[in-house]
Nanobody
Framework: QVQLVESGGGSVQAGGSLRLSCAAS????????MAWFRQAPGKGREGVAT???????SYTDSVKGRFTISRDNTENTMYLQMHNLKPEDTAMYYC?????????????????WGQGTQVTVSS
């Protein structure tokens, strides 16, 4: 059974940094595409970044140059380092996993989700 647990959220001022973590268990972690999504109040779930089984990374345009996704296959953990945070980054951030090499930044392709961690950025 796939289990994903996010941590590291919090409240920061604009320009600040946070590092999110996603601890995974219950499956062959290195065979899964991993991703971060976020959802702001009243909005749909938005893809933030993915990291594939081959280590390839992709980002939504609004976070390029500010966020870095990474994975540690020895610790079964994924990270999202966020710098220069903006108020529009405020959202619940979710970790997601999808078996295999196909790694789209589309929420409908993922069936395994964590409970989320809140990120709040004040101006």
């Amino acid at each position: 059974q796939v289990q994903l647990v996010e941590s590291g959220g919090g409240s920061v001022q604009a320009g600040g940094s946070l590092r999110l973590s996603c601890a995974a268990s219950g499956y062959s972690y290195d065979k899964y595409c991993m991703a971060w999504f976020r959802q702001a109040p009243g909005k749909g779930r938005e893809g933030v970044a993915t990291v594939g089984v081959d280590g390839m990374m992709s980002y939504t345009d609004s976070v390029k140059g500010r966020f870095t996704i990474s994975r540690d296959n020895t610790e079964n953990t994924m990270y999202l380092q966020m710098h220069n945070l903006k108020p529009e980054d405020t959202a619940m951030y979710y970790c997601a996993a999808r078996w295999g090499g196909y790694c789209p930044l589309v929420s409908g392709h993922f069936i395994n989700w964590g409970q989320g961690t809140q990120v709040t950025v004040s101006s």
